[in-house]
């Protein structure tokens, strides 16, 4: 799949949207391929598709109490991560919780296949793994079924004529919160600062969700594109919202080299309301 559209809502014929990702290679190397092998029928959710396109959600399919129970075999609080990357944090999580059910949502099948391996090495029972389009699957989510919704270090989509690529848009925001319970958060982390913005500039405003952080950062008011980022510090500045960080959330490698890199890490918690 190429840089375009995907998915929209509506039947045969439906709208079309931008993506927030860009389908890479999805060949697997000797090891990965193994470990496809040996824990993709215990691990990975394959979920109906629309129209035969790759990563869609068929339009009559309900991700529901119901179906959650016949996954997992148990009604225990459901997590779900947008973009688990190799899966190192939320296969950390559900070792800690095995009384928490969590769903791992990825688009490349190379990360797709090392959360599996990670599953499989703890033989984990409450996890699960899906090679999915997230907007697709929050569609099909029904209403409060998820404890909390977690996007990690989505992609920062850098450029600014690519800004409306990003992941964390009030179409999703209006989706992750109706399938989010009363009460549920979405945790939000980033360590791009222009992106930081974004998600303030998405999620301080809307009424269906409150910033329930407690602390208090400094932001550039205006953005920065790639390359341009280094005229950030010269642009005005606000104070806004954030929270500290999830202690739920692991020190993953990717996020180690943004620190490395002098990059500051942006905890944003979301409660629905």
């Known amino acids: 799949m190429t840089e375009g559209t995907m998915p929209g809502t509506a039947g045969p014929g439906r709208r079309r949207e931008l993506m927030s990702f860009v389908r890479r290679s999805s060949r697997l190397d000797k090891r990965l391929q193994k470990a496809w092998d040996a824990y993709a029928g215990t691990y990975l959710l394959e979920l109906p598709q629309y129209d035969h396109r790759e990563l869609s959600v068929a339009t009559d399919f309900h991700f529901d109490r119901e179906y959650a129970h016949s996954v ?11 973009g688990t990357g190799q899966g190192e944090n939320i296969v950390a999580a559900a070792q800690k919780r095995p009384d928490v059910n969590y769903l791992a949502l990825e688009v490349y099948r190379p990360g797709v296949a090392h959360a599996l391996l990670k599953a499989g090495k703890y033989e984990l029972s409450n996890l699960r793994v899906c090679e999915v389009n997230a907007p697709d699957l929050m569609r ?26 990003r992941i964390v848009q ?6 992750v919160h109706r399938a989010l319970k009363t009460g549920g958060s979405w945790r939000i982390a980033t360590d791009i600062e222009d992106y930081a913005l974004h998600v303030h500039e998405v999620m301080d405003q809307r009424n269906d969700f409150d910033n329930v952080g407690d602390l208090t950062v400094s932001l550039p008011t205006e953005h920065v594109s790639k390359g341009t980022a280094d005229m950030a510090a010269q642009l005005p500045h606000a104070d806004f919202t954030e929270s500290r960080r999830f202690e739920g959330r692991v020190l993953t490698n990717f996020e180690k080299k943004g620190i490395e890199a002098g990059r500051v890490i942006h905890d944003f918690t979301y409660r629905a309301v």
């Open 140 to 165: 099909a989510a029904e209403d409060g079924l998820f404890e909390e919704v977690w996007t990690f270090f989505p992609d920062p989509w850098p450029k600014t004529k690519h800004h409306k690529r």
């Open 170 to 175: 009030s179409t999703l925001a209006d989706e």
């Open 72 to 82: 997992w075999g148990n009604d225990n609080p459901l997590i779900v991560e947008i």
